[in-house]
């Protein structure tokens, strides 16, 4: 914003509650937080004898400008935040990675024959919900089994409107449903079946256990063994599904219980959900630790991640204190329309389940981690190696551009442009070159070519570029037309000093300085070596930058490989007749057919020509005067 004095704006902060919004040089969002003193609290932030760490002075270094919205209080302004977080998603906010909504069961209660459904959202709409579940696989295979149990409708049918029209679908044959639409079961009785689905949600599954072992027992009696099967199947499965639900708690609280494994800047939130004493399942979050320390982690969690959940527990269970402990379960227990209360264990039970949680979390942190470091060293770290290698200090992106020249005995050559930009391939950004300018097999003469094309292109974009600069262009945006005024870091060619030559040769011309290396291949074309400044470097073949090599000279052989392909494909499957005016696919594919034979073609008559399906005597006597052309 211009003409904003940061220093004169500070004087002007009010001392109320509020939210305040930083923004960098291009306007974005960077950072929202709330305080109790706006003026207190947004001044900190300037304040150049006040130790802050790294990440705080790194995002007051990017500050253009600021805004604050005043509220009445402080729990205003921390609902107010945790909505401007959730629709900004500011770059140095702690941010959830997961963007999840979780299913419920729910149960049409509103509906004269209710239904049993998954939702992804709590309404207040007459329905009945159980959950949110975390295992959207679970929650599927207990409504199948309940609509196998109580044979519970699956159809959209407004009913009872729609009673008795049309006629009972495939699910009412196979015994699945008793056909309400059809008028086969009453309403009262339907509602019983209802109530026991309801009665099996909330945990009692011993009475249609029961239930079905008495069936089962009667089928067998009856020599119903099939039918028997089937109920001993669903016993079956309701145990299943019964020792899913370890019971955690004799006080049948809804609760959640949270935790913490944090290392630098990346951090796992682990909650397990735990409704009516019964422990329904467990997730893990990633989160981005920006400008938030220790305890605060968990506050910035627990702020987003409640604002967007439909349920809110009566209790939550942390790891360690919150710094607002007390705002946040006022906020929360507004949202309940009951009191929320946030407790930090010290002994028993609970802080048993905290431990847990926080074991899963290290767990799940450490499994990410080591993820992260093996693709690291796949990636990053094996570019970052090649550079060290050949000495070149790197300033952009760890960007290189690999080329090669494919043809067959020097016909249709064509050569191939491919991008890795940290140790992975950016295909957006792959280009291909049909040879225009060179004939037969000089793949020198190509690569200069090439080469050539490639940079001098370039170079007129950035010179655009310039001419086209406004201050109303953001930095750092990709201009998605203009990717070849994005220059490599490091050329690789594909073979040994000459083609290194030629490289070095195209970019002195140009007045361009990039370091050219050349990927060598042994007998039996596979990669041995780098030449770099005139001299072989040898690399070790078991290291992750010999291999990524590798995969950048194969990927930009294949790449130069499938162009030729294409296009003498293309080639192969033209036709002499194809050059022959007013003769067009039909007419071709009716003279091959008639006379089977080119050769015969070329000796024919103009009659003989004409009497072909769909030709006449101006179109035979062009096909008869092509051949005689020069005789």
Known sequence: MQDFNIEEELKKLPSSPGVYLMHDASEEIIYIGKAISLKNRVRQYFQSSRKRTPKIEQMVSHISYFEYIVTDSELEALILECNLIKEHRPKYNTMLKDDKTYPYIKVTTGEDYPRILIARQMKKDKSKYFGPYVNGGAVKSTIELLRRIYRIRTCNRSLPKEIGNGRACLNYHIKQCDAPCMGCISKEDYQKKIEQTLKFLNGNYEEVTKMLEQKMYEASADMNFEAAAEYRDLIADIKALAQKQKITSGEGLDRDVIAYAADGNDAVVQVFFIREGKLLGREHFFINIALDEGGDILTSFIKQYYS??????????????LREADIIAEYLSGRRGSKVSILNPKKGQKEKMIELAQKNAKMVLDIDRDKVK???????????????LLNIENHNQYRIEAYDISNTAGFQSVGSMIVYENGKPKRNDYRKFKIQTVEGPNDYGSMYEVLTRRFTHGLSEKKQQQDNFSENTKEGKENLTDRFSRFPDLIMMDGGLGQVNIALQVLDELKI????????????HRTRALVYNNEELPIDTHSESFRLITRIQDEAHRFAIEYHKSLRAKTQVHSILDDIESIGPARRKALMKYFSDIGK??????EELAQVHSMNEASARKVYEFFRKGL
């Open 374 to 388: 093996r693709e690291e060293a796949r990636t990053t770290g094996a570019v970052r190696d090649i550079f060290e």
């Open 308 to 321: 967007g959940t439909p349920f809110i527990p009566k209790e939550i269970l942390v790891s360690q204190e």
């Open 513 to 524: 300085h990039i370091p050219v290396c050349g990927m060598v291949k042994d007998d039996r």
């Open 601 to 606: 073609i070329k000796t024919a008559s103009v």
